[in-house]
């Protein structure tokens, strides 16, 4: 097709209002002054959405991506305008206050690119995250300018090796702490390993937050078939990136928008390829928002419903076996939705065509397996009611032992992760105890930390087979073993979770979907009388995040009244 067939009048796209006409001579001169000329007025302004950053190993080369992004842009008759978002990692954030911030930054994010995007009048974007908030953060802003956009994302890393460590990733570098801990390895064998576990630029190489959100991003048809598991270093992403950005000029004269593509049946594709999938239970906080911002219903029991339907068929770490390597050669994504062919809506409309044009046999069924023959017969992630979590609680049950599928202990609560950590380095928490960790909620910690510094070591301590965690916190999507988050309402609100006392009775069951706190309504409506909330004293981004977040059940959006748009 030849550049003169897509040629669409300048007068139809947004970027006129910048470009055209005699009263926007002062535009024009401010475009020239950055290298364009008269012959550029009048194309489309792509919008280059980056993630670039020097402190994230998952958006380190998205300079050298967004190069080729540039040249499809303008293969295709189109001026490409690059700009930069905030990346947080949320690696990098564990353990300490710093992981107030990552859940914020989402909407920061979202926020940042509609700024740019409306205050500039662009007709289109090729948005480039790759690391957790940066995924859903720019989905969420392509929905809400509703521009044409497409999505192309960074690439994981490949796995690292040190000796007889092979295929390593971050979760087994958290892991190793417990292991020096139980004395299993030594310290200096540890700072051996970590030089070698990540051996380059990419998201984290195991299922965690990052991949399972690309991977979604590509079942939602927000990219090309393949994109999301094709790896960082690969040569192919560079290619991807060329035909992202020619794809970008054709959506804007095809008028294709996000809305024509985030629809109901499009979220539901996106639950159940998460479900076969074993995806980190943070996807559940990301879907909503996107749903939210859309204007679509969307509720927890959605995502239990289909994980009642659809098995979990990928043996992936940190649910499986094997790093995202193994799942990419296997097929990818389009491997994954084939298998999940007769679940799936395939007419839906995607970026390139229909779903249906984006599925494509495995070539690996021991790694992506027929829904026939599954790891195991639900879906990967699990929500949980009780009077411990009456708007419910999430638990990834594809990682958790089935010794611990059913679990009834003392309760031993902490008002914050940096506690519990304590105890357990301390040796005082013990086989059979249940560790509440609260006041970690979107308004309570604020930001909803990833708890994920106490689940690793734990995991590595060989107590995750006997100890359970509870909390209103969330976790990485690295997170293994019988770990209960997202618990609405949170304590910070009132919720039964403040109510918790050393060795009242706690009992988990995930088969049936329950959580409860053994305690009579009469004492907890006595201990209810004498709580109050702690005080935090915030300023900042957080103080306006706590002022307007919602719960974890609604997604943790940002929302300043109850009204709700409605999709039509």
């Given at each position: ?321 094997y790093p995202v390597q193994r799942l990419m050669e ?194 907890l409506a006595r201990r209810r009388e004498q709580w ?37």
């Amino acid at each position: 097709m030849e550049k003169g067939d897509l040629l669409v009048s300048a007068a139809n796209l947004r970027s006129s209002e910048v470009t055209q006409g005699l009263e926007r001579a002062a535009h024009r001169a401010l475009l020239y002054a950055m290298g364009l000329g008269p012959e550029d007025m009048g194309k489309p302004l792509i919008g280059v959405v980056s993630s670039y950053t020097e402190i994230v190993p998952g958006h380190r080369h998205l300079r050298e991506l967004a190069i080729a992004v540039r040249e499809g842009i303008r293969e295709a008759g189109g001026v490409p305008v690059e700009f930069n978002t905030i990346a947080i990692c949320d690696g990098l954030c564990q353990g300490h206050v710093g992981m107030r911030y990552p859940l914020p930054s989402r909407e920061v994010i979202a926020d940042s690119v509609e700024l740019m995007v409306e205050a500039h009048r662009l007709d289109g974007m090729v948005l480039m995250p790759a690391c957790d908030k940066t995924v859903p953060g720019q989905i969420i802003a392509a929905v809400r300018t509703n521009i044409p956009s497409i999505i192309l994302t960074g690439g994981p890393m490949y796995p690292g090796r040190c000796g007889e460590h092979k295929d390593l990733t971050l979760t087994d570098m958290r892991e190793f702490v417990g292991q020096v801990k139980a004395g299993r390895i030594s310290e200096d064998r540890l700072a051996a390993i970590e030089e070698r576990a990540l051996p380059g630029p990419g998201s984290c190489s195991m299922l965690g937050t990052a991949n399972t959100m690309c991977a979604l991003a590509e079942a939602l048809g927000l990219t090309l078939p393949g994109c999301s598991l094709i790896h960082a270093p690969d040569a192919a992403k560079l290619r991807l990136a060329r035909q992202s950005g020619r794809r970008a000029v054709e959506m804007v004269r095809e008028g294709l928008a996000p809305s024509q593509i985030i629809t109901p049946e499009v979220l539901r594709n996106a639950i159940i390829a998460d479900m076969a999938l074993g995806g980190s239970t943070n996807s559940v906080l990301h879907l909503l928002a996107i749903a939210y911002e859309a204007g679509i219903e969307l509720s927890l029991d959605d995502f239990d419903l289909i994980s009642r339907q659809v098995p979990h068929i990928c043996n992936v770490k940190p649910s499986g076996a094997y790093p995202v390597q193994r799942l990419m050669e296997a097929g990818g994504v389009p491997g994954v939705l084939y298998q999940l062919r007769e679940l799936l809506d395939l007419s839906v409309r995607t970026v390139y065509g229909t779903l249906r044009e984006g599925i494509k046999p495995p070539v690996d069924e021991d790694m992506i397996r027929p829904l026939t023959r599954p790891l195991r017969p639900e879906g990967g992630i699990a929500v949980l009611y009780g009077n411990l979590a009456p708007q419910g609680a999430v638990v990834k049950q594809s990682a958790v032992s089935p010794k611990m599928m059913v679990h009834r202990g003392p309760a031993k609560p902490f008002d914050s992760m940096e506690e519990a950590v304590a105890a357990l380095m301390s040796e005082q928490v013990h086989p059979g105890d249940v560790v509440v960790i609260r006041y970690e909620g979107p308004k309570g910690g604020p930001g909803m930390r990833e708890m994920h510094m106490f689940s690793s070591i734990l995991m590595g301590m060989q107590l995750s087979e006997s100890v359970a965690l509870v909390t209103d916190g969330r976790f990485s999507g690295s997170t293994r073993g019988p770990c209960i988050g997202h618990i609405s309402p949170e304590a910070f609100e009132g919720g039964p979770l403040a109510l918790v006392e050393a060795g009242d009775m706690v009992s988990i069951d995930i088969p049936n979907r329950t959580l409860t706190l053994e305690v009579a309504d009469d004492e907890l409506a006595r201990r209810r009388e004498q709580w109050s909330p702690p005080e935090r004293r915030l300023k900042g981004a957080l103080a306006k995040y706590v002022a307007l977040a919602r719960s974890a059940g609604e997604g943790a959006v940002v929302a300043p009244c109850k009204q709700r748009r409605k999709q039509g």
